[in-house]
């Protein structure tokens, strides 16, 4: 997989260890490194759905969420025009290729 960035402080948050230390904590700030070389480890997001299983879920519009650490989240939206959708119009999942991390923080509601 391709990851992206929606914007360079999401970028340095997630690249930059002792920035992602000082807003996360260290515990999640491993745990954010990890998934997202986790996310990148995976051929296409049909995979990266089946790796991750009850910690990823897919939103509409296209968007997949993540869990990860110790009750956070990431965001990641469909980066691209190279996927395809299925005859009922929904993303064929195994044709993504390209999400952009378009947020993290902590999951609302634990």
């Known amino acids: 997989m391709i ?17 992602a230390e000082t807003k996360l904590g260290r515990i999640d700030a491993l745990a954010m490194v990890t998934m997202i070389a986790d996310v990148e480890a995976q051929d296409n997001c049909l995979e990266l ?5 009850d910690d990823a879920k897919c939103l509409r519009p296209p968007e997949i969420v993540i869990q990860f650490g110790s009750a956070m989240v990431a965001n990641f939206a469909v980066s691209g025009r190279r996927y395809q959708l299925s005859a009922d119009g929904e993303v064929d999942w195994q044709t993504v290729t390209r999400l952009k991390l378009m947020a993290v923080g902590a999951q609302h509601g634990t």
């Open 3 to 19: 990851v992206s960035f929606h914007t360079q402080e999401l970028q340095e948050l997630c690249l930059v260890m002792n920035v």
């Open 49 to 53: 759905l089946q790796y991750f299983a």
